[in-house]
């Protein structure tokens, strides 16, 4: 199937924005859905809806096992051994908390380091600096190259042995940049310290295998690959899943509840407090199946193409300045001269382009980058090179209209 043949399978596509066809190049922010999600959706909500894991009625059987059966596909996806390592999570967000609340807790002390990089999203920032004050720990960065790439010389260097928790994007949401995270896993495991890997965006984009990577949580969200809003896994090696405690209590979870005291379920349920996200992991589930039958081959090459020919087609913008490294995912992220990126932003808008500008949930990485603020175009599998024209062609249009400021 190619681009144009996908792009048939996402309905919302298929309409007009500002008078101009939709060109939607903020999936990095979150995808649109295909309609074998919608119909998956649609069908739970109409045909079998109920709650899960209670009850021995025939719609909540169905419920159960269709619940159940998204998180068997989200462990095929990943390449986990067992169900148990799979947790149903609101997202990224949620399931790097998890880590820093349950894991984090129990194993890091006062000295301790905690490592990342300045290119995190906030959301593998902001439960470690927590984390970090609430133990007295001390969190450190691996600086980054000039290209916005990592350097295993400086992971050597940031990681000692008072390391308890390394925490790495796979691929970064502003830059693109592909993290080689089975070296710094190696280098982690190497100080006696875990790591956890941020894969919201690179599990829709590239090939996850956590054997590969060599990680011990990994974490990521449905929405980001064509499922819905509100789900997303965490990815957890057993051991030490299994002696982590909960951070949701109340229904779902417990084994037994006495007065005084209480014992939980076993591996995952034990973190999946309350009704679960029912739709949604069954949705998710869908979208599971929709990427995995598309074949991340394919995926990957064709972002490829499109950063390629998004490359070729931009070269020709004077003041264009295009932040991270050659070799990337799918992500676009750019200034033009001095115009305001939510400026370009609303230009483009007016031309039926879907860009975001801001600071990306990365404000340290725009420090870094020595801007406040940029407009990112970031692709999926149901974007064309025509989408790239039409972004280029608002860009000149932007230019054309901010012309003073090139003067
Ligand atoms: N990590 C990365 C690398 C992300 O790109 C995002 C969301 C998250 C974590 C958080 O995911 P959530 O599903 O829990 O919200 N990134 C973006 C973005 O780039 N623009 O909007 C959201």
Not at 55 to 60: D, F, K, Q
Not at 179 to 196: C, E, F, L, R, T
Request: aromatic letters at 8%; one cysteine or more.
């Amino acid at each position: 199937m190619n681009a144009k043949e996908i792009k048939k399978l996402f309905p919302i596509l298929d309409q007009q924005v500002n008078g101009n066809p939709l060109v939607y190049l903020d999936s990095a922010a979150t995808s649109q859905k295909p309609i074998q999600v919608i119909e998956k959706l649609d069908d739970y909500y109409r045909r079998y809806n109920s709650n899960v894991h209670r009850g021995v009625h025939t719609l909540g059987t169905i419920a159960t096992d269709e619940y159940e059966g998204a998180r068997e596909k989200v462990r095929a996806f990943l390449n986990a051994d067992e169900v148990a390592e799979i947790v149903f999570t609101r997202g990224t967000t949620t399931a790097l908390n998890l880590v820093a609340q349950s894991y984090g807790n129990d194993h890091v002390s006062e000295g301790d380091e905690i490592v990342i990089t300045p290119m995190e999203h906030h959301s593998n920032i902001i439960p470690w600096q927590q984390l970090a004050k609430r133990k007295g720990a001390v969190l450190k960065y691996i600086p980054l190259q000039a290209d916005g790439t990592i350097d295993l010389v400086d992971v050597e260097k940031t990681i000692t042995e008072r390391t308890k928790i390394v925490s790495v994007m796979h691929v970064s949401n502003v830059l693109g940049t592909i993290n080689p995270i089975s070296d710094i896993a190696k280098i982690a495991h190497k100080n006696g310290a875990i790591m956890a890997v941020d894969g919201a965006q690179s599990a829709p984009h590239i090939e996850v295998d956590i054997k590969e990577l060599g990680c011990d949580f990994f974490a990521f969200s449905g929405h980001k690959m064509g499922g819905p809003t509100g789900i997303g896994a965490l990815y957890g090696r057993k051991e030490l899943l299994e002696k982590m405690e909960p951070i949701d209590f109340g229904g779902e979870m417990i084994d037994f509840v006495g007065l005084h005291d209480s014992t939980w379920k076993e591996l995952p349920w034990k973190f999946e407090g309350g009704t679960p996200i029912i739709a949604g992991a069954i949705g998710f589930g869908a979208a599971i199946d929709f990427v995995s039958d598309l074949g991340f081959n394919e995926i990957e090459q064709h972002e490829k193409e499109l950063v390629d020919y998004s490359f070729e087609r931009l070269a020709d913008l004077k003041d264009l300045t295009i932040f991270g490294p050659k070799e990337r995912a799918g992500v676009v992220t750019f200034q033009l001269g001095d115009v305001h990126p939510h400026d370009v932003a609303t230009v483009l808008d007016a031309e039926g382009i879907a860009v975001r500008a801001g600071h990306h949930c990365a404000q340290p990485l725009m420090k870094w980058l020595n801007v406040v603020a940029t407009a990112r175009a970031s692709y999926y599998v149901y974007n064309t090179k025509e989408d790239i024209d039409a972004l280029a062609n608002g860009l000149v249009k932007a230019k054309e209209y901010f012309g003073d400021v090139f003067s």
